[in-house]
């Protein structure tokens, strides 16, 4: 299994970005992504998941009506639209996956973020 996230970079507040997680080696249409973050200091939290078929979503409170997670399952891909960043959305921002076929949690490689003028 990998996941390998892109997208991640240096932005002024109030900025965009659209972060892409590519996944091979598993089923990817029958399992729910997430994605998560971490920020020097802190513990890793989650900021969104989306259901195997994309139907379904869930949002940190930190990040609701700013991002949106997606997929596309004939891409193989999972991606976070990051609107109206903030100095406090920098983290390094990981791709998640809990195969139910391996029955194990799969991490991305990460990717940063940082949010600063």
């Known amino acids: 299994v990998q996941l390998v996230e892109s997208g991640g970079g240096l932005v002024q507040p109030g900025g965009s970005l659209r972060l892409s997680c590519a996944a091979s080696?598993?089923?990817?249409?029958?399992?729910?992504m997430s994605w998560y973050r971490q920020a020097p200091g802190k513990e890793r939290e989650l900021v969104a998941a989306v259901d195997s078929a994309g139907l379904t979503t869930n949002y940190a409170d930190s990040v609701k009506g700013r991002f949106t997670i997606s997929r596309d399952n004939a891409k193989n891909t999972v991606y976070l639209q990051m609107n109206s960043l903030k100095p406090e959305d920098t983290a390094v921002y990981y791709c998640?996956?809990?195969?139910?076929?391996?029955?194990?949690?799969?991490w991305g490689q990460g990717t940063q973020v940082t949010v600063s003028s």
């Open positions: 998640h996956v809990y195969s139910t076929w391996y029955a194990r949690v799969y």
């Open positions: 080696g598993f089923t990817f249409s029958s399992d729910a």
